[in-house]
């Protein structure tokens, strides 16, 4: 069974610092990609930055580059989002999500095969 559970959310005041987890299991790791992607109110859900299992590979948006950083801990089956220099404009829900390695830009929402139920991440300014 299939299971994807993001934690690490909360209230931050512009201009600080939260890591999100989200620990996975009952798929191949080593076979898989995992990504954050994130919807703010009335937007599309948007990837915020992905990564392959190795850590081979990392991708940001542009939005992100330099302030947040994706990690993963392959023996423990958890993917990291380590988000600093916070903006209102990063508040959303934000959501782990994983699919196969090989296949359409990391971004397409819907090349994501398993998704948590997401956690909330209000910056306030």
């Known amino acids: 069974q299939v299971q994807v559970v993001e934690s690490g959310g909360g209230l931050v005041q512009a201009g600080g610092a939260l890591r999100l987890s989200c620990t996975a299991s009952?798929?191949?790791?080593?076979?898989?990609?995992m990504a954050w992607f994130r919807q703010a109110p009335g937007k599309e859900r948007e990837g915020v930055s992905c990564i392959t299992w190795g850590g081979a590979t990392t991708y940001y948006a542009d939005s992100v580059k330099g302030r947040f950083t994706i990690s993963g801990d392959n023996d423990k089956k958890t993917l990291y989002l380590q988000m600093n220099t916070l903006k209102p404009g990063d508040t959303g829900m934000y959501y782990c999500?994983?699919?196969?390695?090989?296949?359409?830009?990391?971004?397409?929402?819907?090349?994501?095969?398993?998704w948590g139920q997401g956690t909330q991440v209000p910056v306030s300014s």
């Open positions: 999500a994983a699919r196969v390695r090989v296949g359409p830009p990391w971004t397409d929402v819907g090349s994501y095969s398993y």
């Open positions: 009952g798929f191949p790791f080593d076979d898989y990609a």
